[in-house]
């Protein structure tokens, strides 16, 4: 939100921004929105929470993004620690500062546990192998780390010798 079109009432102080509804029967009719500058607790953003939400211990964040990837159990009753398990069975870790963490910040356990185990990052061109075939498995003696291209032949390999059986 552009502060500048935050306004402040002149007998009580209170700040307020006006928008105009756009749809729906009240189209074109102006509202004002009373509630107060708050600055968000995950991101430092400064940002205007209407009353409706503040009344109701709401408001503390400048945006769902901020919101959602806030994780204090006080704040998100399903907080799991920071651990997830994803559709087919990889479990990834919520590491915010990782290189290879994704948008949210979660990377995947099975990599952390290899790259912890060498001293050192995986490059990109290195893929982790579950020896016993769990992806959930990420103890480091079911781990291998190899190259892409080596992976795909083991796994050509592994689904061959499926199909002869």
């Not at 509630?35 to 430092?44: L, S």
């Not at 290195?126 to 498995?137: A, R, T, Y």
Request: glycine content about 10%.
């Amino acid at each position: 939100m552009n502060f500048d079109n935050v306004l402040y009432d002149s007998i009580s102080g209170v700040p307020y921004y006006i928008s105009i509804i756009k749809t729906g029967p009240k189209k074109g009719k102006i509202v004002k929105h009373h509630g107060c500058v708050r600055y968000c607790i995950k991101c430092g953003t400064k940002f205007f929470a209407p009353h409706q939400y503040t009344d109701r211990g709401e408001g503390k964040f400048c945006s769902s993004y901020c919101s959602n990837s806030y994780h204090p159990e006080i704040y998100n009753k399903r907080w799991k620690g920071g651990r997830r398990k994803d559709g087919k069975g990889y479990i990834r870790i919520m590491l915010p500062d990782h290189p290879d963490g994704d948008e949210r910040g979660y990377v995947w356990e099975h990599r952390i546990v290899v790259e912890s185990y060498l001293k050192r990052r995986l490059g990109k061109n290195e893929v982790i192998h579950h020896i016993n075939q769990k992806p959930s498995d990420n103890r480091i003696e079911n781990l291998r780390a190899m190259k892409r291209g080596e992976h795909l032949a083991l796994h050509r390999k592994l689904h061959t010798k499926k199909r002869a059986i």
